[in-house]
Each structure stands twice: as C-alpha cells, then as structure tokens.
C-alpha cells in the first residue's frame, strides 16, 4: 500500500473533532452535560472541551480553536448563540446545538429537538444544512432584530430572572414595560421607499421564532433569503393583547395596526438614538442598517422541507422623510 492510500485511509477513519462548549449561566445549565457529552462521544465525535481566556469572546474561542476541529458543539440559549455566530461565520465551522437556554427560538426554527440528549444524537447522525444569518450595523443575529419594545424588555430582563423564572420572567417584565410604553417615531427605507411611522416596536427577523414563543411571519424560514420586518403601530397597549394570537402565529401582518413587509436591506432611522436587540442581546443603536446574507451558516439540523405560504401582505402608504 503506498503513503498516499495509507493518508487516505487514515483520513475517512479519522473521528470527527468538535469543539464543545456549554453556558454553564444557561437555564438548564450544567445539568444534562455530562450525558450530552457521552452521547456526542459514544457517536463517534472526538470533543475538545474549552473555556473562555480573560477578555476573550465566544467568536474568539472559535476562531481560536479552528484548524484543530471540524465542527463546534455548543449549549446554551439564543444569546449564547448569538455570541457564537460571528466566529463561526468567520471560520466556516458547521455548528451543533444543544438547546440550554429558556427559549430557544433558534432550536424551533430549526427543527432541533428540545431534548438535549435528542439534539445531540442529530448531530452525531445527521448532516449540516445551510442557513441565513441577518445582519444589523455589522453585528449578526439568528432569529429576529427588534428596536423599542423589546429592545426595552432586553434590558429590563436579567440574567438571573430569566434563569429563575423562565418565560414567566418574560410576562411579568412585559406586562409592567407594557403599561408605560410610548409609540415613538421611525423612518424605514427599503426597496426605494422611505415610510414615516408612529410604532411600539419595529423589527426585522432571520429566522422564524423569537421571544420564547412569537413568530415573525407565518411562512417565515431560516433560509429563505430573505427578511421579514414588521411595525407594531398600535396606539392603545391593551390593543397587543387582541393581536398576541396573531403575533403568535405569525399572521399579524393581516392586521391594519401592523405593517409588514418582505425584502433583503432596509434602514430604519429615529430621532433619538435607539437600542437595537439581537437575539435578546442590545448590540447597536439607530440609525440601523439591516442586511442578509444568505446560507452564511451550516447548523445540523432536520432536513428543511418548509413551503411558503402564499398569504397576502398590507404595505402602507409611503410617507415623505423627515429625519
């Protein structure tokens, strides 16, 4: 047998290498990570265990590790992924989930079971498929980017609430920030419209789940190429709970109090610098330039065998520009 074959060979039985990191801070936490672990190496995955070095992100770590591993296995909820995204979308590694965290809307998405022991079997038997990952002021997000309302409960909600109270945690800081919300001004351009709005919450989604259990269009999916915005443009707050279902579903775009749209770039300006929230995280301000980058990501998951739902969508009138 000469060398070459002898590489050969040795390269198909090489075991994959992951690097394997768990948000201990998650809610669920260190509870399940030992057997997760068994799993994973029971299926064959050689695992690299890693800790963040002082000042160091979790991009960083991943970017760190890549030429050793052929694929990064983390736990933890949306924020932990979130933290991930930009070191794997640097590096190009396929990513593994195990859903920690208390909502877990990327899982959702995606099709990842809830079970962590389920999610790591998919990993060690299943193949990575292609993604979306949006973009905001050059700060990437998963799931959905929000400006006012949310954007409002993500600095209200600490960690510690939610890893206490789970998406209870979420209703109860809702309810109270709910109560003393204020429409404020936006100006949105895209598609080469610019439209002047009074709203309660703008935002732009990737994926389809956000917020523990709101979808942002009812045939919204995480590789679509595409962006899903929506304002919420409700002038009494008690309105939000005639359209929770809707918001649930994903069919509040059929409601006159809600302007919907689908596109690939879009601006929003306000008067006064706004946080913006990715993915529970605040990572940027106003003004807010959001893009898509298409299958920019390799998740192992479910095979996508999603079909858009032709429904009609409302665009309001356009509006002159007055920053």
């Keep these: 047998m000469s060398i070459s074959s002898v590489e050969s060979y040795s390269d198909v039985v090489r075991p994959r290498r992951a690097l394997f990191v768990v948000n201990g801070k998650a809610r669920q936490g260190d509870a399940c990570v030992a057997d997760v672990r068994r799993t994973l190496e029971e299926g064959g995955l050689q695992l690299t265990a890693a800790s963040l070095q002082d000042g160091e992100s979790l991009s960083d ?36 989930v195990i859903p920690l965290g208390t909502a877990n809307d990327f899982a959702r998405t995606l099709g990842i079971p809830a079970d962590p022991l389920a999610a790591a079997r998919l990993i060690v038997e299943g193949e990575p498929r292609p993604v979306d990952l949006g973009m905001v002021n050059g700060h990437l997000f998963l799931n959905v980017a929000s400006i006012g309302f949310s954007a409002d409960l993500a600095r209200e909600l600490t960690g510690a609430a939610k890893k206490k109270w789970g998406k209870l945690g979420y209703a ?3 309810a109270r920030l709910l109560a003393q919300s204020r429409l404020f001004t936006a100006y949105i351009e895209h598609d080469g419209t610019i439209e002047t709005v009074r709203t309660l919450q703008a935002s732009v989604g990737n994926g389809r ?79 807010a330039h959001f893009t898509i980058h298409p299958a920019a990501l390799r998740v192992y998951a479910p095979a996508s065998a999603p079909v858009r739902i032709q429904s009609s969508r409302r665009f309001s009138r356009v509006a002159p520009f007055h920053p």
């Design 61 to 96: 770590l991943i970017r760190r590790h890549a030429g050793n591993c052929d694929l990064a296995v983390i736990g933890g909820g949306d924020g932990t992924l979130n933290g991930a995204a930009q070191g794997l979308f640097d590096t190009g590694l396929p990513l593994g």
């Design 172 to 174: 109860i800081t809702a």
């Design 209 to 287: 789940h956000y917020g523990g259990g709101m979808t942002v269009a009812q045939d919204a999916t995480a590789d679509d190429g595409t962006l899903d915005f929506y304002s919420l443009e409700v002038d009494h707050w008690w309105k939000l709970l005639v359209l929770l279902p809707s918001l649930r579903e994903g069919t509040h775009g059929q409601w006159d109090d809600v302007r919907a749209f689908r596109t690939t770039d879009v601006i929003i300006r306000t008067r006064k610098p706004r946080a913006v929230n990715t993915d529970g995280e605040l990572t940027t301000w106003t003004p």
